[in-house]
């Protein structure tokens, strides 16, 4: 089992940047393929990128592409996500998973949530 803290949200202006990261706590973090998600007001939870247990991140190409950057040290039980040139669009909380087993874009796979830190991008 892993438990998961986010930490990082905050107010920004548009254009600004952000960084979150996810502690995690528990046994087999490194095996652990992780993801950070996203849920604004009366959205459903939105993919935003995932990383697998050797360090490979996927993006949601088409809202976060070419701006925000995962990463994760193994050694330190610690995720992050680099937001660059962020938008009011990205205004949401942020939720970080993780799961065993094959890496996934779909937040029902996950079996372990934080419990969210709110990014507002103002305009």
Same mark, same amino acid.
């Given at each position: 089992?892993?438990?998961?803290? &986010?930490?990082?949200?905050?107010?920004?202006? %548009?254009?600004?940047?952000?960084?979150?990261?996810?502690?995690?706590?528990?046994?087999?973090?490194?095996?652990?393929?992780?993801?950070?998600?996203?849920?604004?007001?009366?959205? &459903?939870? &939105?993919?935003?990128?995932?990383?697998? +247990?050797?360090?490979?991140?996927?993006?949601? &190409?088409?809202?976060?592409?070419?701006?925000?950057?995962?990463?994760?040290?193994? %050694?330190?039980?610690?995720?992050?996500?680099?937001?660059?040139?962020?938008?009011?669009?990205?205004?949401?909380?942020?939720?970080? %998973?993780?799961?065993?087993?094959?890496?996934?874009?779909?937040?029902?796979?996950?079996?372990? +949530?934080?419990?969210?830190?709110?990014?507002?991008?103002?305009?």
């Amino acid at each position: 089992q892993v438990q998961l803290v &986010e930490s990082g949200g905050g107010l920004v202006q %548009a254009g600004g940047s952000l960084r979150l990261s996810c502690a995690a706590s528990g046994r087999s973090f490194s095996t652990y393929n992780l993801a950070w998600f996203r849920q604004a007001p009366g959205n &459903e939870r &939105e993919f935003v990128a995932a990383i697998n +247990w050797r360090g490979v991140g996927t993006y949601n &190409e088409d809202s976060v592409k070419g701006r925000f950057t995962i990463s994760r040290d193994n %050694a330190k039980d610690t995720m992050l996500l680099r937001m660059n040139s962020l938008k009011p669009e990205d205004t949401a909380v942020y939720y970080c %998973a993780a799961k065993q087993s094959i890496g996934s874009t779909h937040s029902g796979d996950y079996d372990y +949530w934080g419990q969210g830190t709110q990014v507002t991008v103002s305009s």
